[in-house]
């Protein structure tokens, strides 16, 4: 084959992050999307979505697990383990819920005060100083919250309520991840997450256990697939470079999902739904940011956050190796 006159370059890695994590983004934007879809065309309880998810969540990790085999879960913090399971679950119910009763656009907006909450709760829980620009951008991003909410106009939406119940309690899991990351592997904390959750997420389907028929079966697997996906292809961004890089890209989650929710389920976002959202997500991006300068914990809300039902996402930015203490970054003031 003849050289081409221009060599296609490697693409750099800012932009094979920022690709893989548009993908994640759409991934979990099409996990809300199945939500959705099966409790209006199925008649499906959220609870046992949320079980169904788990389920196959659990499938589509026993080829990680078979591999490393069950030494590699091996702890002795299965108290921490649990409290973050039992965190998880409540959010996880209160989200699905929350999806199956309200715009998915609006939904997704609120999810992202996930690390709004986990900066807000830090001081106290971690001891970490939190600094005037991290609070008046968490300030501000309560703000963007309040302009989703309109609280004086009219009764505030019960399914904007569950989605904040489930934010704190994302918000909590982040600060037991903070902890459990000095011991334990990332593969160990998804892989715990989803063997806790599988059986406790049972307990409340049971009691509106509708059998599926047999055209559900592949939405319900496509759950789990969905899931994994997004969390690959987002591990994978955040792997090739810094997360300040790619994490605006998290949220493209807000109008890949708008575009689901109009074209399925004839939803349009209002004015104050986008304005309340971007307010948010800039302000999450600015602690995200801040926090990696910092040499901390940068907390994303993927979906993680909330959207993949294990918890927020946490990647550990450590200081470069060799660094001396004047060198690493200091506290904020």
Aim: glycine residues 6%; aromatic residues 12%; without cysteine.
């Amino acid at each position: 084959m003849p050289n081409l006159p221009f060599p296609r370059k490697p693409l750099s890695t800012p932009v094979q992050g920022a690709l893989w994590m548009t993908v994640a983004s759409a991934a979990f934007a099409v996990l809300i999307g199945l939500i959705r879809y099966l409790a209006e065309q199925y008649d499906q309880h959220p609870f046992e979505i949320a079980f169904f998810r788990n389920f196959f969540g659990l499938v589509f990790m026993l080829p990680w697990l078979l591999r490393a085999g069950f030494s590699a879960l091996k702890t002795e913090r299965l108290g921490l383990y649990t409290i973050r399971s039992g965190l998880g679950l409540i959010a996880m119910l209160a989200w699905f819920t929350a999806v199956t009763m309200m715009p998915l656009a609006e939904a997704v907006a609120l999810s992202f005060t996930v690390p709004l909450f986990a900066t807000a709760t830090a001081p106290f829980f971690l001891n970490e100083r939190v600094g005037w620009r991290r609070w008046s951008a968490t300030v501000a991003g309560f703000a963007g919250a309040m302009i989703l909410l309109r609280p004086g106009i009219g009764i505030i939406d019960p399914a904007a309520l569950l989605v904040l119940t489930a934010a704190l309690a994302w918000a909590a899991t982040v600060i037991l991840i903070k902890l459990l990351s000095q011991t334990e592997s990332a593969n160990a904390m998804v892989t715990y997450m989803v063997l806790f959750l599988t059986p406790a997420s049972l307990i409340p389907a049971l009691f509106v256990w509708k059998t599926p028929v047999l055209e559900e079966w592949p939405v319900l697997i496509a759950l789990g697939a969905t899931a994994t996906i997004g969390h690959l292809t987002m591990t994978r961004a955040f792997a090739v470079t810094d997360v300040t890089a790619v994490l605006p890209f998290d949220y493209l989650r807000l109008p890949f999902v708008a575009v689901i929710g109009f074209l399925v389920f004839a939803q349009v976002p209002d004015l104050m739904t986008w304005v309340g959202g971007v307010v948010i997500a800039l302000s999450a991006i600015y602690i995200a940011e801040r926090e990696a300068r910092l040499k901390r914990t940068a907390i994303t809300p993927a979906s993680a956050a909330a959207i993949e039902g294990t918890g927020p996402t946490v990647i550990q930015n450590a200081p470069e190796a060799g660094a001396s203490d004047s060198q690493k970054p200091k506290d904020e003031t």
